[in-house]
């Protein structure tokens, strides 16, 4: 484990999947981030590595944990001993340049006309190019953007804490469309991905 904040861009550096991990307030457990480049599931090792978990959630690139003070040392040589034994390769998925403004309902419809979508017809992911940093908000615990695009539409992230996204200025992202009803309002999001510092 890495417990460095630069988590996200060593993960892309060295393209090895990394955690951050910060013992609890309660001297328990600790807590920690996960971030891994293309060919790691997040979800599946966290899967493998149940049993020295309390918690664990996230999605293919990216996820959240909690193991106990006790196990933390058998989890760390379990989790790299699991990442040693996969080939990663870097590759970024094909996309579709997006504005903010075209996170649309209209949009949203537009491409669910072309589904069902499978392994063998994949919905199509989106790029966001600059975004800027200081314009993202977050959660109330700052892991996870939460940005509000006028009345009807957000940009989602799971697990992309603000203390490793704020590093950059300009950041690209990568997502897809869906739909989320809360309290009988119903916001078209942009899922994000994947997030990389935008180039110069």
Known sequence: MIQVKRQLSLA???LKPTIIFALDASG????????APKGFNVVDAFNKLDKYMLTAGGHESAGGCSVKKELFDEFKEAFIELAAQTEIKEERPQTI???LNEITRENYDLIQSFS??????????????????QSLMYSRDT????????QAARLTGFYFPKSEISQYQFVDMIGTFRLSTYYGKTTVE???????????
Do not use: A
């Open 97 to 99: 340049d997006l504005y």
């Open 12 to 14: 892309k550096k060295y």
């Open 116 to 133: 069902p979508f499978g392994e063998m017809w994949q919905s199509p992911k989106f790029k966001l190019s600059r975004i800027r940093t």
């Open 143 to 150: 892991q996870h953007i939460l940005t509000s695009i006028g």
């Open 28 to 35: 328990e457990y600790y807590k920690g981030s996960c971030r």
């Open 190 to 200: 942009f899922l994000i991905s994947d997030i990389y510092q935008s180039e110069k």
